[in-house]
């Protein structure tokens, strides 16, 4: 089926800035409350959010197969189930119908005042219920700058690292939408020099780690596996994600069994999931890999995609500073990589499942993705435009990452994934 | 509440053989199918399934304040969610109607037609939808004899476990009700002797793991964190748990960040949840620790249980061996220090997440809770009672988990957990 929606050349009747991340090429998936307290899964246009569960009531989506409440939910778990097929009939139809040149809604002034909103008057939710989340760890400059901090610079990858998308499940229940404030964690650090007893107390090393996340649709049964050459079947959409990080935390408890509370105690996305469909013009060529892979995560093609990507800082009540400006495209396993990964065993993937990428760090030292990686370890401290310094995140920063792709015809983007961090909670 | 259901002398008008595992003052719950194809919330005496939707529909809990259609779902999470105080109503109300002295359902054949099954007749299903269900490592022996075999006999336990309830997030997705068979799995595994490219088919290393998992309710908030006084009052009932292992696979992929594809194929629980309250009088005195815990992990008095564990072999067509018999009191680690610490960084935690146990091995070489210490890494194959012998599992056999406590009144049980692997499918 043509993405139609895709047409760098349309216009809608709704107006959009010329740096807006939400031209009608996006069309983007999200969950909304409105000033009437009414959930509803929603699209975005310009700064106007767009209420589907209305549009689809007033018999916008005619013809389309879906289920009368499918856009009357709290989450896009129902809608991602219905599989790619039905995204693509959707995503279509909403770009016909905001299309400049059709005037049966643009004209219908009742029915706008149903359907459409500002931004500002709606609240964003998480779009998703979050069956299972696994983050994976596929960025190789990630991986080589924290295996030289922790371990040994001259063999900082571990030799499976080349070999697999090494990944690591992940807790769904403190995942949040961009704008929840996060209480600094508590919990126990290695003891001091010369102690048994751990130190117990709130994190002193908090911090971001700057990865994307992609949402997938029901994939495979138990001992059924996902062929590589199918896995973007599979994959709805990506938002942005802030996987925050405790290092004192994680460096205590990790040996043997990977992280716990250094990461479980919350982890923001961005509200819109953004189609893979509508990033379909920003694929890049694979990254070349050392070893050729395994049969089963063997793909030629562009499935790397070009995805601007920053983090900035901002202290309470002063401008931010960008410390970080990174790319989805330096992903040295791909997302098609990893599912067919995730699969190989018989492991099942469902609708709502999230898979992060883990921190995306390039190959400057300004495009590191962490803290931890950005000031090595706390040597080197970022200088902030209000004339203080970082190591880590201090009490009442708020972390805000963007990300956005874009050519000379559009620019489709994520809007922002942001975090307050507040004091530790007594 | 009193828990009246406990009451050790009452007796049944359903008959009850007297090495049951489910007498009148066990009281479980489950979810199965009938044959008219009608999924409920159900019940066990004896070998009677026990539908509480019809009976609910009957008026049998008229005064408890539940919801129409409580019973009348595919999973327990809602039921579970109304918390402690209505579980406890449920309990002593479900002994009352069961009760011999009570004519009101044993008396009306019409009723009992609808309400009450031959186990034989129902299909068991999943009891819970799992949210995030985490894996701790929380037996002592168990820890220090993985450590002997795959690190340092010396030094098996690494510095943070006598100090930490380790734990780590594992795959929802993949958890099965007890009579599921399974693929063995599909991985990556070490390369051989003088090669780089890592080996790839089937597992040859397939191992059981002895296990009991908690069934939570709803806790805290993010943010929030549960004392552990009150960690009780969120464990809603415990399920036997083999969480299937691949070793060669686990070996290969789990640095740094713990097991994925070689744990993530299957993990299979008991059907039937035995609730906390039915287990109260097999609390025994809490383990020993070796350090004194930090205060959010103290706690005086008896949080351990006394539960007998067994693992068995039955090659096809042949009879089983017993490989292993355990107790759950052999836990370092009580459910309440682990509730505790997986709050305490403000992690929420939701009706029907699942805490397994790790691995529970006892003191002697008989009750360690896998194949990898019972063979000790296959050195030590066990002899099987039909000739064979086994180093780790074969295709095409089924393994057997069964659980129970047992003083001189009463004994309540959780029936068997069990799963038979099926050749690797290609």
Chains 1, 2 share one sequence.
């Not at 009747?13 to 009437?36: A, H």
């Not at 040597?379 to 874009?406: A, C």
Request: hydrophobic content about 35%.
């Amino acid at each position: 089926m043509e993405i139609t929606a895709n047409n760098p050349k349309r216009k809608s009747w709704l107006q959009v800035n010329s740096n807006s991340d939400f031209p009608i090429q996006n069309i983007p998936f999200g969950v909304f409350i409105t000033k009437d307290d009414i959930i509803t899964i929603g699209t975005r246009i310009g700064d106007f959010a767009i209420d589907l569960g209305a549009l689809h009531q007033l018999g916008y989506f005619e013809g389309i197969p879906l289920t009368d409440d499918i856009f009357l939910q709290d989450t896009l778990n129902d809608f991602i189930a219905d599989g790619r097929k039905t995204w693509r009939l959707v995503r279509n139809r909403i770009a016909e119908i905001f299309d400049v040149t059709n005037g049966k809604l643009r004209d219908n002034a009742e029915h706008k005042d149903k359907i459409i909103f500002r931004m500002e008057d709606v609240e964003m939710q998480l779009p998703v219920s979050v069956g299972d989340y696994t983050d994976f760890y596929a960025s190789k400059e990630h991986a080589t700058n924290v295996g030289s901090l922790f371990r040994d610079p001259e063999n900082a990858l571990l030799p499976n690292w080349l070999h697999i998308p090494i990944g690591y499940h992940g807790r769904s229940s403190s995942i949040v939408p961009s704008g929840t404030p996060i209480h600094r964690p508590i919990g126990q650090q290695r003891p001091s020099e010369g102690e048994t007893t751990p130190n117990f107390g709130p994190s002193k090393l908090l911090d971001f780690e700057l990865e994307m996340a992609f949402i997938t649709t029901v994939a495979n049964d138990l001992g059924d596996r996902i062929p590589i050459e199918e896995a973007d079947e599979y994959i709805f959409g990506l938002v942005l994600f802030n996987d925050w990080s405790a290092r004192d935390i994680q460096a205590w408890e990790y040996v043997p069994l990977g992280p716990f509370l250094g990461k479980n105690f919350a982890s923001t996305i961005s509200p819109w999931i953004v189609t893979l469909d509508a990033l379909e013009p920003f694929r890049v060529d694979n990254p070349k890999q050392v070893h050729e892979p395994l049969p089963y995560l063997k793909k030629e093609g562009k499935d790397s995609l070009d995805i601007n990507l920053q983090m900035a800082i901002k202290p309470e009540g002063k401008e931010e500073t960008v410390v970080c400006n990174s790319n989805f495209k330096y992903m040295y396993w791909t997302m098609a990589q990893q599912l067919a990964h995730h699969t190989v065993n018989g492991c099942p993937v469902n609708a709502g499942d999230m898979m992060g990428s883990g921190t995306i760090s390039g190959p400057t030292k300004d495009s590191f993705g962490s803290m931890l990686e950005l000031t090595w370890r706390g040597q080197n401290p970022i200088k902030m435009n209000d004339g203080s310094e970082r190591k880590f995140i201090n009490d009442n920063d708020t972390v805000i990452m963007r990300g956005y792709s874009q050519n000379d015809q559009v620019r489709i983007g994520f809007g922002e994934c942001t975090g307050k961090i507040l004091p530790a909670k007594e």
